[in-house]
T-cell receptor, first 113, second 115 residues
């Protein structure tokens, strides 16, 4: 069964450093998403991406964040200068249709020291 | 702002007990509704979904949910839980009638089943 994969599973970084979280969505999906979950809190939407551009972003997704689909398979989230409060689990998701079920990856746990 | 409310943050049950987890959403338009489950150490998985038609939907592992439009609710049920149902459960909604594809999640309910 096709699945969304994410690497790395755990990333530890120093405050102010740049990190890139990687995702490989399901191959025939067209809509891609990033969500995050701070420990003990709910899953929050960050950004959606379709047709090589951002279709929607939340207030969390400020200028420190960017997304890219550098090739036909990867979908990346870059945090330019990490802050302590960026520590969270980051989930990538993809779907075939914008209203349909989204399939989630296993997540990357980001720890900012 | 649109929101999803899950009434129980932490539920502890014994095996074979019946389960009902409450979920209400605030959006008045047409929505697609989901329940996702996150087993310990695993990623979010779809348990069931409602798009249209019969408001009683059946999902995997014996779970079902009932959409009650007048109450803006989509409660999750299982008649007899098992120890393996220990997980966190998230209710979620997507607006169906606007170009708005983000999932809005509830805060989650952590379910702990005692063997």
């Amino acid at each position: 069964e096709p699945e969304v994969t994410q690497t790395p599973s755990h990333q530890v970084t120093q405050m102010g450093q740049e990190v890139i979280l990687r995702c490989v969505p399901i191959s025939n999906h067209l809509y891609f998403y990033w969500y995050r979950q701070i420990l003990g809190q709910k899953v929050e939407f960050l950004v959606s991406f379709y047709n090589n551009e951002i279709s929607e972003k939340s207030e969390i997704f400020d200028d420190q964040f960017s997304v890219e689909r550098p090739d036909g398979s990867n979908f990346t989230l870059k945090i330019r200068s990490t802050k302590l409060e960026d520590s969270a689990m980051y989930f990538c998701a993809s779907s075939g249709n914008w209203r349909d079920e989204q399939f989630f990856g296993p997540g990357t746990r980001l720890t900012v020291l | 702002a649109q929101s999803v409310s899950q009434h129980n943050h932490h539920v502890i049950l014994s095996e074979a007990a019946s389960l009902e987890l409450g979920c209400n959403y605030s959006y008045g338009g047409t929505v697609n509704l989901f329940w996702y489950v996150q087993y310990p150490g695993q990623h979010l998985q779809l348990l069931l979904k409602y798009f249209s038609g019969d408001p009683l939907v059946k999902g995997i592992k014996g779970f079902e949910a009932e959409f009650i439009k007048s109450k803006f609710s989509f409660n999750l049920r299982k008649p007899s839980v098992q120890w393996s149902d220990t997980a966190e459960y998230f209710c979620a909604v997507i607006h169906k009638t606007r170009r708005d594809d983000k999932i809005i999640f509830g805060k989650g309910t952590r379910l702990h089943i005692l063997p």
